[in-house]
């Protein structure tokens, strides 16, 4: 069998890497992998794939040219990716995730405080429990963000636009994020605050109550003989509201068997030269001759059985089943390695089926799962596309998960993606709910299209959050400051106007009954002994008037006088009065 050097050097190089994949792919053992130059250093597992891509700690993945995972069940994925933590993942072109249980994803990411995750490339989250979408020089606005309903949810700008619609005053967020503070107006004065308007309505309110008492004593003034004049004032109340092996062997014994046919005919064709000379031999010859011939005979018989048994893979090295069509290489035999080259170097092996890939399996891979291989492990850059769980390999409980068919995608070290669309990324993250996101080491996302960045006593703060300008953007904590001591200035400005209407009514009130007392004072009585009178009276004040009748009369004796008036304002307000006096 001739071969090509070209086929021998596809041969030689397609062996190396069945042998170095399948080492990494089988999960025989706990020993650690390394594939393209990679070094796994660790035990339990490690992988390194890549060139000068290290796995150094229990469990942990490097996937990428100079990946670096030092930690136990640390995950590196891309180029000089380091996950250099307890738990950590790194994922992307010099992402760094440096904190315990910290994510960073994404070129250039930094993730260096404990439990934190950086998002984005650039993105630098420091501080404990933070996720952080940029850096103090870059930020990023979170988009199509539904509002948040719980304590520890995040707001976005469609809320916020809400609150300033409460506080109304002209108080806005603009296209780009900033927040413009109201403008009240409050008894001439033009205040921007809540507080403000409250401190100027106060000393409103109390100027009016000081006009009112002063009202109340010019009327005692006016006439000392009015008994009472009634005010009410109602109290104004404020509420504030994501192989084929092919081996032939032939017995030497068809050769040797033809060697003897050929060799027994010539001694034949010399009896028949010898036959004239020797007569009294031929018959010893003849019984000769027939002998051979059985021999003859009884050889090509042997041949043929052989021949069957060669045909049928009974015999030799390479035997088949007859029943199961099973082909089976030296299954009775000794030795570890097969070599399948001839004189002319290695062979090619061709048609060789799908080896099976898992714990336990010692089935060969052909060129076509390698080439699939190596088109994954080129583009680890789209680990959306072509990674559902990234994890320690194999079934061992600290592996990341994703539900089949889900459309789902985990990484880091008991990962779990559970939902439809989920996405968990970190150690013991989980996205439970369909279409959620769980960003960060133990972050859990068991609601519907949400995103956690932390789980139940767990939380962490979003750093580095751009203003939001649309609805469904994220609020930062520059906005909302914004906002400090403006909340429910709607349900203000209502109970303003309000007091200011009810004000406002109280000191019509007040001046049309100072005009009914000015009317009723006015009347004149009955001054001679016996006499009545009639008298009828009218006054204005501030803009109020009021009439007053009024009739009297001075006894016989001219000792007693009796008095009885009835006024009406504009107001439409009603009052009476009946008196009596004695002269002595």
């Known amino acids: 069998m001739k071969t090509s050097r070209k086929s021998t050097k596809n041969i030689k190089s397609t062996t190396a890497l069945l042998a170095i994949s399948a080492s990494i792919l089988s999960a025989e053992d706990s020993r650690a992998g390394s594939l393209d130059g990679g070094r796994a250093t660790g035990s339990n597992g490690a992988i390194a794939i890549g060139n000068q891509a290290h796995a150094s700690g229990t469990s942990a993945v490097a996937l990428g040219n100079g990946a670096t995972a030092s930690h136990h069940s640390a995950t590196?994925?891309?180029?000089?990716?380091?996950?250099?933590?307890?738990?950590?993942?790194?994922?992307?072109?010099?992402?760094?995730?440096?904190?315990?249980?910290?994510?960073?994803?994404?070129?250039?990411?930094?993730a260096s405080g404990m439990n934190s995750v950086a998002l984005g490339a650039g993105s630098t989250a420091t501080d404990l429990n933070t996720v952080a979408v940029g850096s103090a020089t870059t930020r990023r606005t979170i988009t199509h963000m539904a509002a948040g309903r719980g304590d520890t949810d995040a707001a976005n700008v469609g809320q916020l636009r809400g609150i300033a619609a409460g506080l109304g005053g002209g108080a806005s967020v603009s296209a780009d994020g900033t927040v413009s503070a109201p403008t009240y107006t409050v008894?001439?004065?033009?205040?921007?605050?809540?507080?403000?308007?409250?401190?100027?309505?106060?000393?409103?309110?109390?100027?009016?109550?000081?006009?009112?008492?002063?009202?109340?004593?010019?009327?005692?003034?006016?006439?000392?003989?009015?008994?009472?004049?009634?005010?009410?004032?109602?109290?104004v109340n404020d509420r504030v509201t994501t192989v084929d092996n092919r081996v032939a062997a032939v017995d030497g014994r068809v050769s040797t068997l033809d060697d003897r046919v050929t060799a027994v005919d010539g001694r034949v064709s010399t009896v028949n030269d010898r036959v004239t000379t020797v007569d009294n031999r031929v018959a010893a010859v003849d019984g000769r001759v027939t002998t051979v011939d059985n021999r003859v005979t009884n050889v090509e018989g042997s041949v043929a059985q052989v021949t069957n048994r060669i045909n049928r893979g009974a015999v030799g090295l390479v035997r088949q089943d007859g029943a199961a069509g099973d082909v089976n290489v030296a299954a009775t035999q000794g030795g570890t390695v097969m070599n399948v080259a001839g004189t002319d170097g290695a062979r090619l092996l061709t048609g060789v089926a799908d080896g099976v890939i898992g714990a336990g399996s010692t089935d060969a891979i052909n060129g076509s799962q390698i080439h699939s291989l190596a088109e994954r492990l080129a583009k680890t850059g789209g680990v959306g596309v072509y990674f559902?769980?990234?994890?320690?390999?194999?079934?061992?409980?600290?592996?990341?998960?994703?539900?089949?068919?889900?459309?789902?995608?985990?990484?880091?070290?008991?990962?779990?993606?559970?939902?439809?669309?989920?996405?968990?990324?970190?150690?013991?993250?989980?996205?439970?709910?369909?279409?959620?996101?769980?960003?960060?080491?133990?972050?859990?996302a068991d609601r519907a299209d949400t995103v956690s960045v932390g789980a139940a006593d767990a939380e962490r703060q979003i750093a580095n959050v751009a203003a939001g300008t649309e609805d469904t953007d994220a609020v930062n904590l520059g906005q909302m400051r914004n906002h400090t001591g403006q909340s429910n200035s709607q349900t203000l400005i209502q109970a303003n106007t309000y007091a200011s209407r009810l004000v406002g009514a109280v000191r019509r009130d007040a001046h049309a009954g100072t005009a009914s007392?000015?009317?009723?004072?006015?009347?004149?009585?009955?001054?001679?002994?016996?006499?009545?009178?009639?008298?009828?009276?009218?006054?204005?004040?501030?803009?109020?008037?009021?009439?007053?009748?009024?009739?009297?009369?001075?006894?016989?004796?001219?000792?007693?006088?009796?008095?009885?008036?009835?006024?009406?304002?504009?107001?439409g307000n009603y009052g009476s009065t009946v008196s009596a006096g004695f002269h002595w």
């Open 76 to 110: 590196a994925i891309g180029v000089d990716a380091k996950a250099t933590a307890l738990m950590s993942t790194a994922l992307g072109p010099k992402a760094h995730a440096a904190g315990v249980f910290s994510t960073a994803l994404g070129l250039n990411s930094i």
């Open 187 to 235: 008894g001439g004065t033009t205040v921007n605050s809540v507080g403000n308007a409250i401190t100027s309505l106060d000393g409103h309110i109390a100027t009016v109550d000081g006009r009112v008492s002063t009202v109340d004593n010019r009327v005692t003034t006016v006439d000392g003989r009015v008994s009472t004049v009634d005010g009410r004032v109602t109290t």
């Open 388 to 444: 559902q769980a990234v994890g320690r390999y194999g079934g061992s409980a600290e592996a990341a998960s994703v539900r089949p068919d889900s459309g789902g995608m985990a990484a880091g070290s008991a990962a779990e993606a559970s939902g439809d669309g989920a996405v968990a990324l970190g150690a013991d993250a989980r996205a439970l709910g369909d279409n959620s996101v769980a960003l960060g080491a133990g972050s859990v």
């Open 517 to 571: 007392a000015m009317a009723m004072a006015g009347l004149p009585q009955s001054v001679r002994p016996g006499k009545g009178m009639a008298s009828m009276g009218a006054s204005g004040y501030s803009g109020e008037s009021a009439i007053a009748l009024g009739v009297s009369k001075m006894s016989s004796s001219g000792k007693w006088v009796y008095k009885a008036i009835v006024s009406s304002n504009t107001r």
